[in-house]
């Protein structure tokens, strides 16, 4: 491993400490590539991790507990830790949602979130939260994307999803379906088109081809199930059209992600949460029957238009594998390399 070479130091949160967060944490640093591509720092609770040791049977890694990034050896074998110091194990029970145990979760993002706007970190990843938890605990979000937009002091931000080459925006995400359709306007669809096609550039795709999906089934068949399509989607695209952007839209939706797989498009936005997440969970989570296991969860989750990285694993805290060892760490491992490979494209 060349040290001279360009190594970002990634803040992963360890996630609610009741859920799968400290175990993929552990089992995805096992891996040596993961150090000879960055330099990876835990945010969370060095107690909470020793007993996560146990259960996923790596008994051989070193927890480093250290105040400041600095302090960090990043050197495989051993995972440093930021320690809070805030998960007390014999006051949590893993697998259960808990007021303590969101706090503390709740902690981790807001620490990262600090380290990242001062520069002491490259870029964040985040470990899965329990929004019921971290609402008993009083932090009245619907998520991390809310909880970064606040910190940072964003307005125009979306989440993006990812497996392999698809990938996918949302004009909205968190909200009910009735109100998802009244977020449809102009304005929004034109803001997160821009966004689809700066993370593309980010991503080191020089001329990124954007695909617009419909609201309606159809794309609403010229009005006749919904005028969506016609009073602000189209004049989105046009608008984009003319500013320089290759968008092609609006398309219906329940063809679009085949052509995205299909390589005709490198980003498609979607216009509310499910008609994003659907998809790609459909491709990036495999259940295996017969071990009526996880057999891969794979996608990964970026939060587009901060001012600092985020990547999240794509899924939920598991609290029902949580102590089992089981949880696979796929989703933690691809979201960790997304973020190096954001980081790399910032340095450049």
């Not at 620490?111 to 490259?122: F, H, R």
């Not at 794979?298 to 600092?308: A, D, K, S, Y």
Request: hydrophobic fraction near 40%; charged fraction near 25%; aromatic fraction near 6%.
């Amino acid at each position: 491993m060349n040290d001279k070479a360009f190594r970002p130091l990634i803040g992963i949160t360890m996630g609610d400490p009741n859920s799968i967060g400290p175990e993929i944490s552990l089992k995805a640093l096992s891996d040596e590539t993961v150090y000879q591509k960055c330099r990876p720092l835990i945010i969370g609770d060095a107690g909470c991790l020793e007993r996560a040791k146990n259960f996923v049977g790596i008994k051989d890694l070193r927890i480093n507990a250290i105040k400041s990034p600095e302090e960090g050896l990043y050197s495989f074998g051993t995972v440093d830790v930021l320690d809070l110091d805030n998960a007390d194990i014999n006051k949590l029970e893993v697998g259960k949602i808990d007021k303590y145990a969101g706090e503390a979760a709740f902690q981790y993002v807001d620490k990262v979130i600090d380290l990242a706007m001062e520069g002491k970190v490259d870029a964040t990843v985040t470990n899965a939260i329990s929004k019921e938890a971290i609402n008993l605990a009083g932090h009245h979000y619907s998520g991390h994307t809310e909880i970064y937009a606040d910190k940072t002091g964003t307005k125009k931000y979306t989440m993006m999803l990812a497996f392999q080459n698809v990938r996918v925006v949302h004009v909205s995400t968190h909200c009910s379906l009735r109100e998802a359709c009244d977020r449809v306007k102009k304005d929004r669809v034109l803001d997160v088109i821009k966004i689809a096609y700066d993370a593309c550039r980010s991503l080191g795709i020089a001329e990124p081809k954007i695909a617009v999906a419909g609201l309606n089934p159809h794309s609403g068949e010229h009005g006749m199930f919904g005028r969506e399509e016609i009073e602000e989607i189209t004049p989105a695209i046009s608008e984009a059209v003319s500013m320089g952007i290759n968008a092609e839209g609006p398309i219906p939706p329940d063809t679009v992600f085949s052509k995205a797989r299909g390589g005709m498009y490198d980003m498609v936005v979607a216009m509310y949460h499910d008609q994003g997440h659907i998809p790609l969970k459909v491709l990036g989570f495999v259940y295996d029957q017969e071990t009526q296991k996880w057999k891969a969860v794979e996608g990964v989750n970026i939060t587009l238009g901060l001012p600092i990285i985020r990547v999240s694993v794509d899924h939920g805290t598991a609290f029902d594998q949580a102590g089992t060892g089981m949880a696979n760490e796929l989703s933690l491992k691809n979201s960790i390399d997304y973020a190096i490979r954001l980081a790399e494209g910032r340095k450049k």
